[in-house]
């Protein structure tokens, strides 16, 4: 495993923002909408979160599985590779990667439990293991991520203001319900959470962002995705979008079969 970022197929693969939100060709056929694209990435992260809190996983593993999601969906689309299933796999995959191995018979016990008679989210042990498989290949066997929590409590010791400490990490989870992971590096997305933190809490840190000499252009950027994105999406922290909001862009995927 890479020692550091820089060095890591991570760093490598950071996207520019308009190939993160480029909806594939195959799904543009079937008339989603880059906003439903982001809907749907949106509503399987909750889904994969949701998953995780039955299984009893760390957060890092919920945030890789998180990546792994959204890192698929720049390179497949949704009509070709089931969201539904894609998103239990990769908290799976995520599980062995990350040492908390989850078994795929207890993933679909609980997915059954949860979504009860709704067939389409219904998928055996078989199926997960399938998909391992092409998710390895979609994914290049590139599954090392880095994630902003370590950087966000270094930096946080540093400023001196570790009581924020829950309040930054909040934010940081929130923001895999966006692309940011893969656009920004990772400490980068912890300063913006951090600026967003000292700011709503009144700590004074323009004096420690300036001896960091770091760029408050893409700090200000990522904290302004943030906030909008709070501001456009009023989503139930447990139960996340409204079901008369995702069913239909789901529907127009190919029925499973």
């Given at each position: 495993?890479?020692?550091?970022?820089?060095?890591?197929?991570?760093?490598?693969?950071?996207?520019?923002?308009?190939?993160?939100?480029?909806?594939?060709?195959?799904?543009?056929?079937?008339?989603?909408?880059?906003?439903?694209?982001?809907?749907?990435?949106?509503?399987?992260?909750?889904?994969?979160?949701?998953?995780?809190?039955?299984?009893?996983?760390?957060?890092?593993?919920?945030?890789?599985?998180?990546?792994?999601?959204?890192?698929?969906?720049?390179?497949?689309?949704?009509?070709?590779?089931?969201?539904?299933?894609?998103?239990?796999?990769?908290?799976?995959?995520?599980?062995?990667?990350?040492?908390?191995?989850?078994?795929?018979?207890?993933?679909?016990?609980?997915?059954?439990?949860m979504c009860g008679s709704d067939d389409k989210?219904?998928?055996?042990?078989?199926?997960?293991?399938?998909?391992?498989?092409?998710?390895?290949?979609?994914?290049?066997?590139?599954?090392?991520?880095?994630?902003p929590y370590r950087p966000l409590l270094q930096?946080?010791?540093?400023?001196?203001?570790?009581?924020?400490?829950?309040?930054?990490?909040?934010?940081?989870?929130?923001?895999?319900?966006?692309?940011?992971?893969?656009?920004?590096?990772?400490?980068?997305?912890?300063?913006?959470?951090?600026?967003?933190?000292?700011?709503?809490?009144?700590?004074?840190?323009?004096?420690?962002?300036?001896?960091?000499?770091?760029?408050?252009?893409?700090v200000k950027n990522i904290s302004m995705e943030?906030?909008?994105?709070?501001?456009?999406?009023?989503?139930?922290?447990?139960?996340?979008?409204?079901?008369?909001?995702?069913?239909?862009?789901?529907?127009?995927?190919?029925?499973?079969?």
């Amino acid at each position: 495993m890479a020692a550091n970022f820089w060095t890591s197929s991570h760093c490598k693969q950071l996207l520019d923002p308009e190939d993160v939100e480029l909806v594939p060709a195959a799904d543009r056929e079937r008339g989603i909408m880059p906003e439903e694209f982001r809907l749907v990435k949106i509503h399987m992260s909750f889904h994969i979160w949701r998953l995780a809190q039955q299984v009893k996983v760390r957060q890092r593993v919920i945030a890789t599985a998180v990546t792994y999601f959204r890192r698929v969906y720049t390179r497949k689309s949704m009509s070709e590779y089931d969201p539904r299933l894609v998103a239990p796999t990769c908290l799976y995959l995520a599980s062995k990667v990350e040492e908390s191995t989850v078994q795929a018979r207890l993933l679909v016990f609980y997915i059954k439990k949860m979504c009860g008679s709704d067939d389409k989210y219904r998928f055996e042990i078989k199926d997960i293991l399938e998909m391992e498989m092409k998710l390895l290949e979609a994914l290049d066997y590139y599954l090392v991520v880095f994630h902003p929590y370590r950087p966000l409590l270094q930096l946080l010791q540093d400023a001196g203001i570790t009581d924020l400490t829950q309040f930054a990490w909040g934010l940081v989870n929130d923001t895999y319900k966006m692309d940011l992971i893969l656009i920004y590096p990772p400490y980068m997305i912890a300063l913006a959470c951090i600026y967003i933190a000292s700011a709503l809490k009144d700590k004074d840190t323009t004096s420690w962002f300036e001896e960091l000499r770091v760029d408050m252009n893409i700090v200000k950027n990522i904290s302004m995705e943030i906030l909008d994105f709070y501001d456009t999406y009023k989503i139930d922290p447990q139960r996340g979008l409204p079901d008369d909001k995702i069913s239909p862009v789901l529907n127009k995927l190919p029925a499973k079969s």
